[in-house]
């Protein structure tokens, strides 16, 4: 009996190809981008799971407010604010520093920049447990100029050597000893390293003082908390104490402060990202959209199956109605189509995989560029083939259950009344729900490409499109003589026609500022409004080269006398000047008691993306004595300029390798979390429309087989082409009508909050709301146009005939 449905039911599936075929595309595709956002998303909150005891890690981030308005979020601490962690909380197991940083790092025959490494205290392996190839846990990181190194650079730098006592070079021939070997950490963590460099080296070379303080909050803290821990509110009280009792540049600013703990395995998608972040987060709500798209998508492939099984009841009246005068069960005639559902899911899903595979691996630069997945195992291919099956198999099983009450003395007598009804008005239903996803996914996704185009074409207020950025050199970064072999190799670039100026800076547009003050004031005004500054070493290249406008007062000299400093439109509201030019000659005095002249007012630049406000920012004349980027304005990117901007670096940095940036694609790379969320809202919205379209295809060419002799009729009553194809169609009009009444208020919803997270944004108007609407009638008019004027030109005899 069961390879009779067997043969039944393959029978069946081939022989309406119509049908099989627009539920295998609809429901393959749909399993597809399922499989592609459930991985991505997967993938996404997966981050930073992987440490052992990881529930009880906890960063300390820091915040400072002035009458209760917040003036520094911070996600780095003081570094003393470790060496009082024990006392202040008992509760905590264990705590450690980190300073990450970017070095260049060699060996005698191994070269390689930008390696990501961190200064961490000897209980770091405490905190994050780490999988130990050799080195010990107390020790290792306990001795200055000690490094452990992961087990995959190990081979880089030594081969298939033992690495240990072995010699690593960082930046400046800084020698530190290999003290360590470790498992690769997994590339979904918010902390990357590959080095773990003792703290100890710090204070030893006199970088730092040995036992911290609390001038400034630049170093990330984490604790391990002990077992059974929960009261976390309650540890943020005692810190909040240790910071209000510690720092003693509070009161004098008219400040209070608070540290929190915020989750460790949580920081990749916190809601609010704090300054000094490690790895930019991810927000929640855009992967919790992106999950609900997907489930919407496989609904609405689902919805198809639904609708179409229904309208093709017909098709299958004589079948069903033959079968149960030879006695056939209703349990038996729906076995039989759920047989058909679990055959046809079945194979969607390999078409569903093979696609998601294939575009994802061979093909993914078509679609998903620089997208990461989560490694999908066995067990895990298994529950999702067994989750579509059985979900496609329970969606048919209502209209296998409508299709076998089917009487047969009104199937033979051909009385059968189709698509009126409660089945009539699910389908209806179903339908709306459909084009209700469509419309909605393409409002979203229009609004959220007006946001993307407005932050490409936004004024940031600086050029980006002539110059070029190269990595400064890390070799020189104690060389007395940095400065002298700058200008030096600034002039010879400055030999060539394609350059027009240079400048040296700590950071560039694009990128978070490095350091910031909260204790800069103007000196001898009455102004209590306190701020957090952020800090810039610049010369006097920088306004020329990024072409800033200059409000007032002048720019740097090359020889600059005494200690002054640049400021933008931001600082000089921030220092209380109502008009930014009267700033101009002024003094402000830092953190650290210097004093300095304010001798130019620039207008604000966005240093970062439109997702941020502008900074209070102050700029000192200084060369960047550590890492930090040189810059060029480019006329014309026509010829050999680059070639001859190698040469030129290799001549005076042979030490150092040659790496540049476009300074317009570096500072466009701060969109990419959004570039990806609309590039895959346009994605969705295809397919959405695609899948809805593919639903109204099959049904209306049903409804055309199903009102053929209606048409007839009319026709023979003297019903024009006009007339019919009005009245094929109002159905389908009135049900977008609905749809969209239904979709309009939650796009309009979504796309604002989403909104919300910009400071700069759009503003949403009414025909961002309506073209939707719109788009999707045309494509539903488009879809079931070929049939409707089919059926409307079709010879009412023959088709008379034919009833």
Sequence with gaps: MLKHYWNTALRNLIRHKRFTIINMIGLSISMAV????????????????????????????????????????????????????????????????????????????????????????????????????????????????????????????????????????????????????????????????????????????????????????????????????????????????????????????????????????????????????????????????LISLAIFIVVAAWINYVNLSLARSLERADEIGVRKVFGASRSAISGQFLLEAVVLSSVTFGLGAGLYLLFTGPFANLLFTNIAFRPTQPATWALYFAGFVTGTTLIAFYPALFISRYKPALILKNKLSIGRGKAGVLQHSLMVFQLFLAVAIIGITLIAGRQLTFMRNFDSGFNTSHTITLRAPASTNSDSLRRSRYRSFRNDVMQHSAFRSGTASMNIPGQEIRFHDEDIHAVGSSNIKKQSYWVMWIDEGYQETFGLTLLGGRNFLEREPGLTCMINETAARALGYENPTDAVNTTIMNAAHDKATVVGVWKDYHHESVHKPVDPIVFYHRHPNEYGYYTFYVQSRQGDYLQNLQTLWHKHYPNDPFIYYFMDRFFGEQFQADELFARLLNLFSIISIAVASLGLFGMASLAMVKRTKEIGVRKVLGASVWNILVMLSKTYVRLIIISCVLAFPLAYYLTRQWLQTFAYKIDVQVWMIVLPGVIVLVATLATIAGQSIQAAMANPAKSLKDQ
């Design 34 to 289: 399922f499989l592609a956002l459930t991985n991505y998303v997967g993938y996404q909150l997966s981050y930073d799971k992987f440490y052992p005891g990881g529930d009880r890690i906890y960063r300390v981030d820091y915040f400072e407010y002035q009458q209760g308005q917040p003036v520094l979020q911070s996600a780095r601490t003081h570094d003393r604010t470790a060496l009082l962690m024990h006392a202040y909380a008992p509760q905590v197991e264990a705590v450690t520093r980190v300073y990450n940083e970017k070095a260049y790092i060699f060996t005698e025959d191994v070269r390689i920049v930008d390696q990501n490494m961190l200064y961490v205290d000897s209980s770091f392996l405490k905190v994050f447990p780490l999988k130990l190839i050799s080195g010990s846990v107390d020790q290792s990181l306990t001795p200055p100029s000690s490094v452990m190194i992961s087990k995959s650079q190990a081979h880089v730098y030594f081969g298939d050597a033992d690495p240990m006592g072995k010699i690593l070079y960082f930046n400046e021939r800084l020698p530190f000893t290999v003290t360590g070997v470790f498992e690769d950490i997994p590339a979904n963590t918010s902390l990357e390293f590959d080095f773990l460099l003792s703290w100890s080296t710090m204070p030893y070379y006199g970088w730092i003082s040995r036992d911290g303080d609390f001038n400034a909050p630049w170093t990330f803290t984490y604790v391990k908390l002990k077992d059974h821990v929960t009261d976390i509110a309650a540890i943020d009280r005692e810190l909040t104490d240790m910071a209000n009792k510690h720092i003693t540049t509070l009161e004098k600013r008219g400040h209070t402060a608070r540290y929190a703990l915020s989750p460790y395995e949580d920081l990749h998608t916190s809601a609010g990202a704090l300054s000094g972040e490690a790895k930019p987060a991810i927000s929640k709500t855009i992967l919790f959209a």
